[in-house]
């Protein structure tokens, strides 16, 4: 069965604070007491100071910063807030993407939200006031007008644009299945 977000980040603390031995409470003090204000630069500092790793140090960045305090449920009305109107698509996208199955995780952010099983396999970002974005894993699908091939490198390997809840139709259904299947 697949891991939640939050025992995830329990175990990636747990290593953090196996290694440098100390807890995370302390790393997030020392972040806020650096007198640095951008992400970068903290990141940078923990990594050149205290031997950090990249992934270690944005999680203490970033729990310096409160995101681990954050409620999902704020994260998500943040997303669409002025842009009331599309949350009807967002909710027809999870309320299928629920329905795939019992290991379907979904993992707001500030600025998308990810839909994961082993690995992410869409992600929902409000992407303009008119239009929501829905990328998929779909490596080596070959792209329509409406499915769209990301370039390579991206986050996703397609992308629809969904102005209407109504547009989360059977198509994109099972596209939304196929790629929860490859996940």
């Given at each position: 069965?697949?891991?939640?977000?939050?025992?995830?980040?329990?175990?990636?603390i747990?290593?953090?604070?196996?290694?440098?031995?100390?807890?995370?409470?302390?790393?997030?003090?020392?972040?806020?007491?650096?007198?640095?204000?951008?992400?970068?630069?903290?990141?940078?500092?923990?990594?050149?100071?205290?031997?950090?790793?990249?992934?270690?140090?944005?999680?203490?960045?970033q729990?310096?910063?409160?995101?681990?305090?954050?409620?999902?449920?704020?994260?998500?009305?943040?997303?669409?807030?002025?842009?009331?109107?599309?949350?009807?698509?967002?909710?027809?996208?999870?309320?299928?993407?629920?329905?795939?199955?019992?290991?379907?995780?979904?993992?707001?952010?500030k600025?998308?939200?990810?839909?994961?099983?082993?690995?992410?396999?869409?992600v929902?970002?409000?992407?303009?006031?008119?239009?929501?974005?829905?990328?998929?894993?779909?490596?080596?699908?070959?792209?329509?007008?409406?499915?769209?091939?990301?370039?390579?490198?991206?986050?996703?390997?397609?992308k629809?644009?969904?102005?209407?809840?109504?547009?989360?139709?059977?198509?994109?259904?099972?596209?939304?299945?196929?790629?929860?299947?490859?996940?």
């Amino acid at each position: 069965m697949a891991k939640t977000q939050e025992e995830i980040l329990a175990a990636h603390i747990a290593g953090m604070e196996a290694k440098t031995g100390k807890p995370l409470a302390h790393w997030v003090k020392l972040v806020q007491s650096s007198g640095l204000e951008k992400h970068g630069e903290q990141v940078k500092m923990l990594k050149e100071q205290h031997g950090f790793g990249h992934g270690h140090a944005n999680m203490v960045c970033q729990a310096a910063k409160g995101r681990f305090e954050a409620d999902e449920g704020d994260m998500l009305s943040g997303q669409y807030e002025g842009k009331e109107s599309l949350r009807p698509i967002y909710d027809a996208l999870e309320a299928f993407a629920k329905t795939l199955g019992d290991d379907v995780e979904i993992a707001p952010k500030k600025t998308a939200v990810a839909f994961r099983r082993s690995k992410n396999f869409a992600v929902v970002t409000p992407a303009t006031k008119t239009r929501v974005d829905l990328g998929l894993n779909l490596k080596g699908e070959t792209g329509t007008l409406r499915l769209a091939e990301e370039k390579p490198g991206s986050m996703c390997t397609h992308k629809i644009k969904l102005q209407a809840a109504e547009e989360v139709d059977d198509e994109v259904k099972a596209w939304l299945k196929a790629a929860y299947e490859r996940a």
